[in-house]
């Protein structure tokens, strides 16, 4: 039997390189945002906002869709911490800004369906976190401007403040 089972490791082991020139190992490596750096990313995002006048939650998950850091500016609403959570975690789940989402997964589209996903809200004002090589490290969701596309630039202003410091 132990020569089986070492007959089939060899098997397998060879027949895996020589087919999979870019496997290099069983771990895999990934990056995500210092909290120094996610915290940033969210407090520039709600300074943009209140800069125009807006009150809101920030929320930034790491690319996983585990929360990282969550701000709430004073006066906004009781709805935007699970807004913005969904937001930035439909980002990085569908690796889609939700802005695109929202148009994609109108009635009618293929991808109608996602709007009955639990967690996931098709609605603009999330927006992923790339690094330098185009990796997601994390997805960023504000909620509480007068309107999604507003959202979406408090979200940007904050990637736009950690651009040079992901950006490798």
Same mark, same amino acid.
């Given at each position: 039997?132990?020569?089986?089972? %070492?007959? &089939?490791?060899?098997?397998?082991?060879?027949?895996?390189?020589a087919?999979?020139?870019?496997?290099?190992g069983?771990? @895999?490596?990934f990056? &995500?945002?210092? *909290? +120094?750096?996610?915290?940033?990313?969210?407090?520039?995002?709600?300074?943009h906002? #209140?800069? +125009?006048? !807006?009150? &809101?939650?920030?929320? @930034?998950?790491?690319?996983?869709?585990?929360?990282? @850091? !969550?701000? #709430?500016? #004073?006066?906004?609403? $009781?709805?935007?911490q699970?807004?913005? =959570? #969904?937001?930035?975690?439909? $980002?990085?789940? =569908?690796?889609?800004p939700?802005?695109?989402?929202?148009? +994609?997964?109108?009635?009618?589209?293929?991808?109608?369906?996602?709007r =009955?996903?639990?967690?996931?809200? *098709?609605?603009?004002?999330?927006?992923?976190?790339?690094?330098?090589?185009?990796?997601? @490290? $994390?997805?960023?969701?504000?909620?509480? %401007? *007068?309107? *999604?596309?507003?959202?979406?630039?408090?979200?940007?202003?904050?990637?736009?403040a950690?651009?040079?410091?992901?950006? =490798?």
């Amino acid at each position: 039997m132990k020569w089986l089972t %070492a007959g &089939v490791l060899a098997l397998g082991l060879s027949c895996g390189t020589a087919g999979a020139q870019d496997d290099d190992g069983a771990l @895999v490596t990934f990056q &995500v945002l210092k *909290p +120094e750096i996610a915290l940033k990313l969210a407090q520039t995002a709600m300074e943009h906002c #209140r800069d +125009e006048g !807006y009150q &809101v939650g920030v929320t @930034v998950v790491d690319r996983f869709g585990q929360a990282q @850091v !969550y701000l #709430r500016d #004073r006066f906004a609403g $009781a709805h935007v911490q699970d807004t913005s =959570f #969904r937001k930035a975690w439909t $980002a990085v789940s =569908f690796r889609t800004p939700t802005a695109a989402l929202h148009e +994609e997964t109108s009635p009618g589209k293929e991808s109608f369906g996602i709007r =009955f996903i639990e967690k996931a809200l *098709p609605l603009g004002g999330g927006l992923l976190v790339m690094e330098g090589g185009g990796s997601i @490290v $994390a997805g960023i969701g504000v909620s509480g %401007a *007068p309107g *999604p596309s507003l959202d979406d630039e408090c979200a940007q202003a904050g990637i736009d403040a950690i651009e040079f410091d992901i950006a =490798f």
